[in-house]
C-alpha cells in the first residue's frame, strides 16, 4: 500500500508536505518530448549530510522564524479607524497622540517583517550556491543527494508566496507607514520629538517605503536575489542554475496532475504548498534565464504548469495566476506563445 501525503508537520518552522512519496524530476528535452523521468525520496525528515550541514543550519534559523512573521502578517489590522479620526479631526491633540500610538508598534512590525526579507535572500543565496554548484555533473543531482536543502530551498518559496498573498489583501500596511512617515515629517518640521522616531531613520524609511510599494514585495526580493546571484558568479554556468529551477517546477506539476499521486493528498495545504512552490520557481527561472521562461527554449512545460493552476478552484490559485501576470519578466515579450498568454488573461 502506498502512503498517503500528510498535511503539515509540526513544529515552529515552516516544514514541506509531510510525507514520504516517490517524487520524479524531469530529465528532458526543452519542450519536454521524449521525457523520461527518474525517481528519487523525498523524505519529511530529509536529514543534512555532513556537506549540507554548514548551510542548512544558517538557513533553518531564518526558516524557524518564517511561521512567526505569517501569523503576525495574518494578524496584521492595522490603524485605519485611529488614523481616520486623526485625519477628520486634526485640531484635536489627543486624537493625533491616539492614532501614533497606534501606528508606531505597527511600524515595528513593518520593520520586522522587511528586515526578514533580507534573512530571506541571505538564506536563498546560501542555498543557490549549494545547489548550484559544480560538485555534481548534472544540477539534479543536488536535488536528489542534497534532499534537505532542496527541500529549504521549497520551504522558503511557499513562504515568500503566502507573505505576498496576504501582503496584496491587506492595504492598511501601505497605509499605516504613508501616515507614520507623513506624521513625522510633520512633527520635525514642528520641531516636535516623536516617540519612535529613532526606530524608522529617514534612510530606513525610505527603504522600506520602496520595499512595501511592490505588489508582491518578498518575491522582488527573491527574484532580485537570484539575479544578483547569476551575475556574481558568472564562474557557474548558467544552466546550474535554470536547471534546477525547472527541475523543481517539473516535480510539482507532476506530483499535481498526476491522480496517482494527487489522490494521495490528505490535506489541501499540501496541494497549497506544491503550487506556491512551482509558481514560485517558474518565477525565479523567468527573471534568470537569459529569455524566459514563455520562450520555445524554456524547459519548463508552462502550458502544463498553467493547465495544473487552471484546474484548482478558481478562489484557490487567482493570487497564484496574478504573479505569474504581473510579476514574470518575459510574459508580454513578443516572442510568448500567444496560447500561453491566453491561457493566462481567461478570467
Keep these: 500500500m502506498g502512503h498517503r501525503i500528510q498535511g503539515w508537520g509540526g513544529g515552529g518552522a515552516l516544514m514541506c508536505p509531510n510525507f514520504s512519496l516517490v517524487m520524479y524530476i524531469c530529465r528532458c528535452s526543452p519542450r519536454h518530448e ?31 522564524d518564517a511561521r512567526s512573521i505569517l501569523d503576525e502578517l495574518q494578524a496584521y489590522k492595522g490603524a ?11 485640531n484635536d491633540e489627543a486624537l493625533q497622540e491616539a492614532s501614533w500610538a497606534a501606528v508606531v508598534p505597527l511600524v515595528g512590525k513593518l520593520k520586522k517583517f522587511y528586515e526578514f526579507s533580507l534573512r530571506l535572500e541571505a538564506a536563498l ?11 555534481y555533473d548534472d544540477p539534479t543531482q543536488h536535488l536528489e543527494r542534497e534532499q534537505a536543502l532542496a527541500k529549504q530551498f521549497a520551504e522558503i518559496l511557499h513562504f515568500t508566496l503566502r507573505f505576498d498573498e496576504l501582503k496584496m489583501t491587506n492595504p492598511a500596511i501601505q497605509n499605516d507607514f504613508s501616515y507614520y512617515r507623513r506624521t513625522l515629517s510633520r512633527m520635525r518640521i514642528n520641531n516636535t520629538q516623536a516617540e519612535g522616531e529613532n526606530e524608522v531613520n529617514n534612510e530606513l524609511a525610505n527603504r522600506i517605503s520602496l520595499f512595501y510599494a511592490d505588489a508582491t514585495p518578498m518575491l522582488k526580493t527573491l527574484s532580485d536575489g537570484t539575479t544578483k546571484f547569476v551575475s556574481e558568479n558568472k564562474n557557474l554556468p548558467i544552466e546550474n542554475t535554470t536547471d534546477c529551477l525547472s527541475t523543481m517546477a517539473s516535480v510539482c506539476k507532476v506530483m499535481l496532475e498526476t491522480p496517482e499521486y494527487r489522490s494521495r493528498f490528505t490535506s489541501e495545504e499540501t496541494v497549497s504548498f506544491c503550487l506556491r512552490v512551482m509558481v514560485g520557481v517558474i518565477i525565479l527561472y523567468d527573471y534568470v534565464h537569459p529569455v524566459g521562461a514563455f520562450s520555445k527554449s524554456s524547459k519548463i512545460d508552462m502550458k502544463g504548469c498553467i493547465k495544473v493552476l487552471r484546474d484548482q478552484p478558481p ?10 501576470r504581473y510579476t514574470t519578466k518575459h510574459l508580454n515579450d513578443e516572442s510568448t506563445n500567444k496560447t500561453i498568454k491566453s491561457m493566462l488573461q481567461q478570467q
Excluded: M, Y
Excluded at 523520461?36 to 531564518?62: I, K, S, Y
Excluded at 543565496?125 to 560538485?135: C, D, K, P, Q
Excluded at 484557490?316 to 505569474?324: K, M, P
Design 34 to 64: 521524449n521525457a523520461h523521468l527518474t525517481p528519487f525520496l523525498c523524505p519529511l525528515d530529509a536529514q543534512p549530510t555532513d556537506g549540507e550541514r554548514e548551510v542548512w543550519e544558517q538557513v533553518d534559523l531564518v526558516l524557524k
Design 80 to 90: 485605519g479607524q485611529e488614523i481616520r479620526e486623526a485625519i477628520q479631526n486634526p
Design 125 to 135: 543565496h546560501s542555498l543557490l550556491g549549494a545547489l548550484t554548484n559544480e560538485t
Design 315 to 324: 478562489n484557490s490559485v487567482e493570487g497564484l495566476l496574478n504573479a505569474l
